[in-house]
């Protein structure tokens, strides 16, 4: 199995994240992560290393607002020369903001200050030197693996860092700044009907929001119940789409506590929509952070659940690409994405 991936996510390391209550934390989506999961995937014997092809900007401009994307690109030069505020103890400059727009604003504002609330909805994506090269790289991962699955291979995997289903077209949030997903399901909807499956224990609101009114790509997210988790505000089972997009987006909820046996009867459901919907392409936004062990979540999927969840999507028959999404508990991480994988990898 070909597995993209580059350096360049070594390059978004930002020196902090800010909790709820204002906790200053180091950062749950950092470069170890990464590393983790390289390390067990080079002990597997099918895992191909792969670099990621450049897409330029076009691929992800089809998903993202050039306003939006413009922002993440120049924000950090911008802050600069306006004197944006660097923590005292802190080296690293950061972007990052303190002001959000209250819902009904009559203005924008091209305030540096201003536009880094207006497009984050949360305080966990602070944008560094790097961010924007470690963000585009991740989405031309996807794009590649993307590509492969053109030319008729049957899995891939994008290891993609920074994660992105969190990420909207014009709005960063949840460590996620473009939606390497997404991006890469609209590459692959111009040559036949793909659909994505989000098994991130969060709900990929950045995802329901791109795809909402459209028909073009299913989007299934199975995830945490919004009422007792972030991202709160989206992943609803009553989010099922508008317009022409009415029916092409479903939330299927887990309560605290989901095991294997709960997590893999509400993933068959996930399925027999899959299945109606018949995709030629899948996408699968996977995100290890349902584990038992994973700091930010209250799920109980085991490193065998990981496996069983594999199986049944390698049971649809359908060329996917997996794209790395969130997990948290850095020491299983790369055992988990490996038993996710196994199956898929196994492909004749
Ligand atoms: C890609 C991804 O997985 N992003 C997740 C971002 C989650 N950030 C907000 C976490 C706040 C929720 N409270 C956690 C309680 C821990 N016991
Ligand atoms: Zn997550």
């Known amino acids: 199995m070909k597995i993209i991936c580059s350096d360049a996510h070594e390059q978004h390391d930002p020196p902090f994240e800010i909790f709820e209550g204002g906790q200053v934390l180091p950062v749950f989506e950092n470069p170890d992560r990464m590393k983790r999961t390289l390390d067990v995937l080079r002990q597997t014997a099918w895992a191909e290393f792969a670099p990621p092809r450049d897409f330029g900007l076009a691929p992800i401009l089809a998903v993202h607002s050039a306003d939006y994307v413009e922002y993440l690109q120049t924000a950090l030069a911008e802050w600069q020369r306006d004197g944006g505020q660097v923590a005292s103890q802190q080296v690293t400059p950061v972007v990052l903001g303190a002001t959000f727009p209250p819902r009904r604003s009559r203005h924008t504002s091209a305030h540096i200050a201003a536009k880094a609330g207006y497009y984050s909805f949360d305080l966990s994506c602070p944008i560094v030197a790097g961010t924007f090269t470690a963000a585009v790289t991740a989405a031309h991962c996807a794009l590649t693996g993307a590509e492969l699955l053109l030319g008729g291979e049957r899995a891939v995997f994008a290891l993609c860092r920074p994660p992105g289903h969190h990420a909207g077209r014009d709005f960063a949030g949840g460590y996620c700044y473009l939606n390497n997903a997404a ?17 991130d224990y969060h709900a990929g609101n950045g995802t329901q929001d791109i795809f909402y009114d459209s028909a073009d790509v299913l989007t299934l997210s199975l995830h945490a119940d919004p009422e007792r988790q972030y991202p709160y505000f989206a992943g609803f089972a009553d989010e099922t789409g508008e317009g022409a997009g009415l029916g092409y987006h479903h939330n299927f909820l887990l309560p605290r506590g989901a095991d294997d046996e709960a997590y893999c009867q509400t993933l068959n459901e996930a399925l027999a929509r899959l299945r109606e919907f ?3 392409y899948l996408v699968v936004s996977f995100g290890a952070d349902t ?20 199986a049944l999507v390698d049971s649809l028959q359908t060329p996917t690409l997996v794209v790395m999404e969130g997990g948290y508990a850095n020491e299983a991480l790369g055992y988990n994405t490996v038993a996710f994988l196994e199956t898929l990898a196994r492909r004749p």
């Open 278 to 280: 018949a995709p030629r």
């Open 183 to 199: 991006i890469a399901a609209r590459h692959l909807a111009a040559h036949g009907r793909t659909a994505i499956l989000d098994v």
């Open 291 to 310: 584990f038992v062990g994973d700091p930010l979540g209250d799920l109980a999927v085991t490193t065998d659940g990981f496996r069983r969840m594999g």
